[in-house]
């Protein structure tokens, strides 16, 4: 009886733990850090082309610049600007996330040109 009482609590406690694991928190969506030199950037469409790579593989990614995101600066005293304030040629640290299978920017860096 004993053990028939030991197996019935272990049966109770594994079902209980499924439960809670199938209702656990959806997991954050994976977050993508790109850094280069923008190809071009096109206002009206909110897209930003940015030329990336190691070595020598280059690649163009688009990401999609949502209205209203501020791009910040790293030079001393650099104010945050609109996406307006990027031009190609300029150096940038993107952070974006996958939407509908487009990149999507959460954050945009304008990094000082180094000498």
Do not use: N
């Amino acid at each position: 009886m004993k053990r028939g009482g030991v197996f019935a609590i272990t049966g109770v406690l594994a079902g209980s733990l499924a439960g809670v694991a199938q209702h656990a928190a959806p997991q954050p969506a994976a977050l993508y850090t790109y850094q280069g030199t923008v190809h071009s950037m096109q206002a009206k469409t909110g897209t930003l082309e940015l030329i990336t790579g190691v070595g020598l593989a280059l690649r163009l990614v688009q990401i999609r610049i949502p209205t209203g995101l501020r791009v910040a600066g790293t030079a001393t005293g650099a104010a945050s600007m609109g996406a307006s304030g990027v031009k190609p040629g300029d150096v940038v640290r993107v952070v974006c996330h996958r939407a509908d299978g487009r990149l999507v920017a959460d954050k945009v860096e304008k990094l000082e040109p180094t000498p």
